[in-house]
């Protein structure tokens, strides 16, 4: 029964959280619309909301002026192969410390996690020296190098690893199974939801990593697209209806990935936080 | 421990001891040492080192000259100001709407995960793109921002290029981008607050907002605590933002400085490696007094 009390309650409660809503997406829904629009519609005041055609024209444009094209290429090379790297490696690391014994396991582990407290900031000085000494500056393979070790993914791996029953372990060994297959055919699927998680985590880090990719880059083939993106506003001036389509270009492919697994990324990122 | 190393059958157990678990660990240690320990030792040893020359490998001498210089360079105590003022402001109003937020979508209705999905949505996406997005509201002639103060009345600000706006937009971009994670903590800390406590609430007649105050605000501190370290780290980590809002400088006339640009900054445009250095440890320091005290914070809160 819908009394009026309970009416007035549930508009008021729907209005509210409407406010909210635009404002969190009003950023993303202006970016959007203002990359349709002409040179005019953007200069115009008061705003144009909508544009009068909805045309791929700035797309197009962007493109263009821009090796966008390129950019996006090594934005994904890099975000592929960081996380398939990074997984594989935590993964690796997880099932040594969780279901392989070995003497100081449990002291080195907590000494490995204590080094989860160093900023990256504190980091890059000395690693930008290594990259340079591996002669691997302004090159891909320098956007991935350092993170393949990730002390935080393979802490949340082994965090589930250590749920699943050790019975299972010890059945599938008896099985003739070597620690290896028992953990890419066995455990490793057990523990899916987990490393879907961290892997989503790890590639939202990969494709936003900013900082990292502005030191180790200087040429504009090797560029990601958020170093690319800013190049554009030093590069070709400011003309917002293309640097719009530009961050348009750049932001959708995560909200994609949001958009699809949103559930698991706010499961993943409420138990450690925003954490590269 | 012990008890379950007792209940495993010996003959079961792999024979080398020690070259299976190496072979498991090898990768991650190499990348360990060379991409977090190491680091951590050479940028302690380089902070002591004053007048090193990169290329050489030549120093002066050792002693405490980069901490001082980083004491007193004024674009550090701009940037330990702006993060005091930042974090100061940023903090608490995110917090208060990151409750609310938190408090509507913590309760039933249909198109909750809708709307979750979009109080989330800063979540994936990166600073410098969303950055110029906020860059372009906050444009002085065109921008929505000034658009909506006209409409109440109120003169265009030169958010971008005006120093004593520039931290106000640097201000409100912080909380738009830290509202999502703080949201998504408390709403975790709040579905782990047994319902059954509101309910007896319920039944003695306590209305909506005494039952927020006497029974969600308290259960939810360990929670807050935590969204509390979280964001005033995220506060003295501002470095991002800068690039799409302020063409990569920190404001006009150096006005933005933040901790994290100084370390940038010394490091890559000044090639001053040590002071580089000392600044990174000093920033480093706080942000790990604060972690400490996260950890502290989350172990009690998942217990």
């Known amino acids: 029964m819908l009394t009026l009390k ?67 290429r090594n934005s994904l090379l890099v975000t592929i192969a960081c996380v398939l790297v990074t997984q594989v490696v935590s993964i690796m690391a997880a099932f040594a410390f969780s279901a392989l014994r070995f003497k100081g396991r449990d002291w080195i582990f907590a000494a490995v996690v204590s080094l989860m407290v160093a900023p990256f900031e504190l980091l890059i000085i000395t690693n930008y020296a290594t990259m340079a000494d591996l002669r691997l500056i302004d090159t891909l393979p320098a956007l991935v190098l350092p993170f393949v070790s990730s002390i935080f993914y393979m802490f949340i791996i082994r965090t589930t690893f250590q749920s699943v ?8 060994r008896i099985d003739g199974a070597s620690n290896w297959r028992y953990l890419w055919t066995i455990l490793v699927p057990v523990a899916r939801p987990t490393i879907t998680t ?3 985590l790890n590639a939202i880090a990969a494709w936003n990593a900013f900082m990292w990719p502005l030191l180790v880059i200087n040429s504009r083939d090797k560029r990601t697209l958020p170093v690319g993106l800013y190049s554009f506003i030093t590069e070709g001036g400011v003309r917002y209806e293309l640097l719009m389509a530009a961050a348009t270009v750049a932001v959708l ?8 697994a949103s559930s698991q990324i706010i499961q993943g990122i409420a138990r450690g936080g925003l954490k590269g | 421990m012990s008890l379950r190393r007792r209940s495993a059958p010996a003959r079961f157990r792999t024979p080398p001891r020690f070259l299976t678990p190496l072979a498991f660990l090898a990768p991650f240690a190499l990348g360990t040492l060379v991409f977090v320990f190491y680091p951590i030792i050479d940028v302690i040893r380089l902070s002591f080192l004053e007048d090193h020359v990169f290329l050489t490998g030549q120093f002066s001498r050792v002693g405490l000259g980069n901490y001082a210089a980083t004491f007193a360079d004024p674009h550090f105590a701009t940037a330990v100001r702006n993060t005091t003022i930042y974090a100061a402001v940023v903090i608490p109003t995110t917090l208060v709407l990151g409750l609310a937020a938190a408090w509507l979508l913590n309760r039933s209705f249909v198109g909750r995960r809708f709307f ?21 509201i906050f444009n002085f002639d065109y921008g929505v921002l000034n658009y909506a103060l006209s409409l109440v009345g109120l003169p265009g600000v030169n958010w971008l290029n005006d120093p004593a706006w520039g931290l106000a937009a640097l201000m409100i971009y912080g909380v738009w981008s830290m509202l999502p994670l703080t949201t998504v903590l408390l709403l975790v800390g709040m ?13 003695d007649g306590a209305g909506a907002l005494a039952r927020f105050r006497a029974i969600t605000l ?9 969204v509390l370290i979280v964001n005033l780290i995220t506060s003295a980590r501002v470095f991002d933002e800068l690039f799409p809002l302020f063409n990569g400088k920190p404001g006009v006339a150096g006005s933005l400085y933040t901790m994290v640009y100084f370390i940038y900054d010394s490091f890559f445009k000044a090639n001053d490696l040590g002071k580089a250095s000392a600044a990174a440890i000093v920033f480093s320091l706080a942000v790990l007094v604060l972690a400490l005290l996260q950890l502290r914070l989350q172990r009690r809160w998942r217990h």
Do not use: C, H
């Open chain 1, 253 to 260: 492919p995560m909200l994609l990935v949001f958009a699809v």
């Open chain 1, 6 to 72: 309970r009416l007035t309650g549930r508009t008021l409660l729907y209005l509210t959280l409407a406010v909210g809503a635009l404002a969190m997406a009003f950023p993303f829904l202006w970016m959007g619309l203002s990359a349709f629009k002409t040179p005019a519609e953007i200069a115009a005041v008061p705003p144009v909301w909508w544009p009068e055609r909805f045309s791929l024209e700035n797309f197009a444009r962007v493109f263009e002026v821009a090796p966008f094209a390129v950019y996006l």
């Open chain 2, 191 to 203: 579905q782990n607050i047994d319902p059954r406590y509101g309910l007896a609430a319920r039944v």
């Open chain 2, 218 to 226: 308290p259960l939810l501190a360990p929670s807050i605590g935590l």
């Open chain 1, 198 to 200: 961290t892997s989503l």
């Open chain 1, 165 to 172: 029953p050790e019975g299972l372990y010890w059945a599938a």
């Open chain 2, 116 to 136: 979750q999905t979009v109080y989330f949505l800063p979540l994936v996406t990166s600073a410098t793109a969303i950055g110029l997005a906020w860059r372009w």
